[in-house]
């Protein structure tokens, strides 16, 4: 099992990015799909979580409105599209996969290795 994450960067506050997560080994339209964070001596946070099909998606208070997860089955890749990016964004973002999913859950089957995300002028 792989997830791979990518799209991370330095970016100035009010910019965008794109992340990406490549899953590989397993059957990734039968996963629900997150998005966690970890900022700089902090703890886990959960970010976004996305069904199966992507018709439910689900985000922290934080990012909504700024945020959109989103996952294309045909080619076992997850998304997030950052935009109005602030410093607070500061963090290691990665992608989680865990079958039977609910929206935020106390743990996950697959981790991915983090893409980094900076946000500073």
């Known amino acids: 099992v792989q997830l791979v994450e990518s799209g991370g960067g330095l970016v100035q506050p009010g910019g965008s990015l794109r992340l990406s997560c490549a899953a590989s080994?397993?059957?990734?339209?039968?996963?629900?799909m997150y998005w966690v964070r970890q900022a700089p001596g902090k703890g886990l946070e959960w970010v976004s979580t996305?069904?199966?099909?992507?018709?439910?998606?689900y985000y922290v208070d934080s990012v909504k409105g700024r945020c959109t997860i989103s996952r294309d089955n045909a080619k076992n890749t997850l998304y997030l599209q950052m935009n109005s990016l602030k410093p607070e964004d500061t963090a290691n973002y990665y992608c989680?996969?865990?079958?039977?999913?609910?929206?935020?859950?106390?743990?996950?089957?697959?981790w991915g290795q983090g893409t980094q995300v900076t946000v500073s002028s």
């Open positions: 989680a996969a865990k079958s039977y999913g609910v929206p935020t859950p106390a743990d996950y089957d697959y």
């Open positions: 080994g397993f059957t990734f339209s039968n996963y629900w």
């Open positions: 996305i069904n199966t099909s992507g018709g439910s998606t």
